[in-house]
């Protein structure tokens, strides 16, 4: 008789796909969404105002923008798998350093959680890229955020409330969400992803792609409508806690408004349907559109601080869409040889929004107060709107 015996390597691991890519990034919006307001308050307590708060985001997003630049060349060396590892790690010691350290290091938190961030998004595109059709992007973009949905909703306003509690317990479950993700992450054995895998000849600098990206109009508009999308998200993230503390409200309002609206998340299935049905065009427009004549609205609501917050709360609803769709004219045409050099051009946009969007906030804050930041965020989404009525219309359509 002969024994089959085996080791545990010779487990099959989870197929890589749509569920398996969603799944990943719930661990990583765990890990993330306890924290995403408990930073900007932090960081008000600790400066006191919000141009200071500003400046400090202006550092923090070059020094990430500077990071993300060199993370194609540190890809030449280190293997993809290792890439993400890592970018994990640098999430945990952000967690490690914002949660047991003294007040003033939180800004060297929030650096490294964005470098980590990086990584993260460069790997898991080009993941995304290797396994995921191209006909399903649009499905594989709105299972991620649904799956998401639970620890975007729960997590901002959680994390405010157990830092009044306790300091480090959201830190805590960051950590414990991260270590998650890493052992998930190496059970689905992606290794190196296939484009990797198959190239028999060393890549080039990943830095040449700059250029090749920049003349290609689709991934222009993909890099373009993403960095809008994430520059709105990153005011409403950051501005809105402190609105909500200047204007003499509990500074866990602003977590509670940020969980109602990544509640939305659970409504991508509804907007998948509304993208099918009209077009990544048409979705994209009336995202910018929407999210922008309300951020306009709720500024000039702002003598009535409940009603600005609605209305920024509804806001949301339009960013959400934007997440669903903005990012698709990237996805759907990037060519395949090229996934992990654009892949890492592609990501900047976080950098850059994060630069952007508080070097804005600093400059309007020169001459009016924080809800002036709502009303010039809304002009630029607008703006967005109809820059975005040159996309392609049958883009996302299958071919026939």
């Given at each position: 008789m002969i024994q089959n015996r085996l080791s545990l390597s010779e487990f099959p691991p989870a197929r890589p796909g749509?569920?398996?890519?969603?799944?990943?990034?719930?661990?990583?919006?765990?890990?993330?969404?306890?924290?995403?307001?408990v930073y900007p308050v932090l960081m008000y307590r600790a400066l006191g105002n919000a141009a200071r708060v500003s400046e400090i985001y202006v550092l923090v997003g070059l020094t990430s923008l500077a990071f993300a630049m060199g993370v194609p060349l540190l890809a030449r060396f280190l293997p993809r798998r290792w890439l993400y590892t890592l970018g994990i790690v640098m999430m945990i010691c952000g967690s490690i350093i914002g949660g047991f350290l003294p007040l003033r290091f939180v800004p060297f938190a929030v650096a490294a959680n964005a470098a980590g961030l990086v990584m993260l998004a460069?790997?898991?595109?080009?993941?995304?890229?290797?396994?995921?059709?191209?006909?399903?992007?649009?499905?594989?973009?709105?299972?991620?955020?649904?799956?998401?949905?639970?620890?975007?909703s729960v997590g901002p306003f959680l994390g405010v409330f157990l830092m009044d509690l306790h300091p480090q317990i959201p830190f805590l479950i960051s950590i414990l969400a991260s270590l998650v993700m890493l052992a998930y992450f190496w059970h689905l054995r992606l290794g190196d992803g296939k484009a990797i895998t198959k190239a028999r000849r060393p890549p080039t600098n990943p830095l040449r792609y700059v250029p090749r990206f920049f003349r290609q109009p689709t991934l222009v508009a993909g890099w373009f409508f993403a960095c809008l999308r994430s520059t709105g998200w990153a005011v409403y993230i950051i501005y809105v806690p402190i609105f909500a503390v200047k204007s003499g409200l509990s500074d866990q309002l602003g977590g509670l408004a940020l969980s109602i609206s990544n509640g939305f998340l659970f409504l991508t299935p509804l907007m998948l349907g509304f993208l099918q049905k009209t077009s990544v065009r048409n979705a994209i427009i009336t995202g910018f559109a929407g999210s922008g004549i309300l951020f306009v609205i709720a500024a000039l609501a702002s003598p009535v601080p409940y009603a600005a917050l609605a209305i920024l709360l509804s806001a949301t609803l339009f960013l959400v869409l934007l997440d669903v769709s903005g990012g698709l004219p990237f996805l759907l045409t990037v060519k395949p040889s090229e996934r992990t050099e654009m892949a890492?051009?592609?990501?900047?946009?976080?950098?850059v929004s994060a630069v952007s969007s508080p070097a804005l906030a600093r400059l309007v804050l020169v001459f009016v107060p924080v809800q002036g930041v709502f009303a010039a965020t809304g002009l630029v989404l607008i703006g967005c709107a109809f820059i975005a009525r040159r996309t392609h219309r049958r883009l996302g359509g299958r071919r026939v």
């Open positions: 749509i569920h398996a890519f969603a799944t990943l990034a719930a661990c990583e919006a765990a890990a993330r969404s306890t924290l995403i307001s460069i790997c898991f595109n080009a993941y995304v890229m290797d396994y995921v059709e191209r006909a399903s992007m649009g499905r594989n973009e709105s299972r991620r955020l649904l799956y998401s949905g639970i620890p975007w890492a051009v592609y990501a900047t946009y976080r950098d």
